[in-house]
């Protein structure tokens, strides 16, 4: 949800939808009157919820929405008020793991003349083995860049998050950076090969793609920072999955406490 103003006009913006939900009885044993009798002390009832197995979205907070799994537990008594007690959970998705086409190579390339003061051209070639990674695993970049301009240039590498909120054909975005790191400089008439190592960070939320109203998305930007010259760039999309070894709920749980509410 969020709000805009057109004037005097505040217009807030909101959308929910449900991904399911069930209901089921915990007592081991009910009367025909479907009354049962507790006697004084504590009581465990042990009971198992099956989440459904059909395409549904990660557990996610950000700024505008947000995505809820939750489990209520009610007490109902004859001419008593009705208790409820509520607990979330984190929900991982495995969508994603399973899209043969997220696993194809990607490349970019782009060429610049430096003008302003200066001469020649900066390029480069830039690889990705793929599109899908989890978290924690190693992004490996690699390529070529040439400086054949008589400026030092600089390689950049920033990982950032796309949010995006949608309401009443409304559209709110949020960029968020993830990771940045640069390499050394090179000078002017150099020749590198490149085979840069990001990795990926374990604590941030995987990529959501399978949801009506908010997706959160990934980019790879190279940059070659360069004086005096709009520098070039090379963006890549990104799919970021949980670990495979089961720990994603509990990075998540970790990484939404410390987001603001």
Not at 54 to 62: F, V
């Amino acid at each position: 949800m969020w709000t805009e103003r057109y004037g005097q006009t505040t217009v807030i913006y909101r959308d929910k939808e449900k991904y399911f939900s069930q209901t089921q009885s915990i007592l081991p044993n009910v009367s025909q009157d479907d009354s049962f009798t507790v006697t004084p002390g504590r009581h465990v009832f042990p009971f198992v919820v099956q989440i459904p197995s059909h395409d549904m979205p990660t557990s996610y907070k950000g700024e505008n929405g947000k995505v809820r799994y939750v489990l209520v537990a009610q007490l109902k008594r004859s001419l008593r008020m009705m208790k409820n007690v509520t607990t979330k959970f984190a929900f991982v998705s495995r969508t994603y793991g399973f899209h043969p086409e997220i696993m194809i190579p990607q490349h970019g390339a782009i060429e610049k003349d430096v003008v302003f003061f200066a001469s020649g051209k900066i390029s480069m070639n830039i690889y990705l083995e793929k599109t899908r990674y989890q978290l924690g695993e190693d992004l490996v970049i690699r390529g070529e860049i040439v400086n054949s301009s008589t400026r030092k240039i600089i390689p950049k590498y920033e990982i950032y998050q796309k949010s995006s909120f949608f309401a009443q054909g409304k559209r709110r975005l949020h960029i968020s950076m993830m990771l940045k790191e640069k390499d050394t400089p090179l000078s002017s008439s150099t020749r590198q090969t490149v085979c840069k190592v990001l990795t990926v960070p374990p604590g941030i939320t995987p990529s959501i793609l399978n949801c009506r109203i908010l997706k959160v998305e990934y980019r790879l930007k190279v940059i070659l920072d360069v004086s005096f010259t709009k520098n070039p760039v090379i963006k890549f999309p990104v799919i970021f999955l949980p670990p495979s070894d089961g720990g994603g709920a509990k990075a998540l749980e970790a990484d939404q406490h410390h987001k603001p509410s």
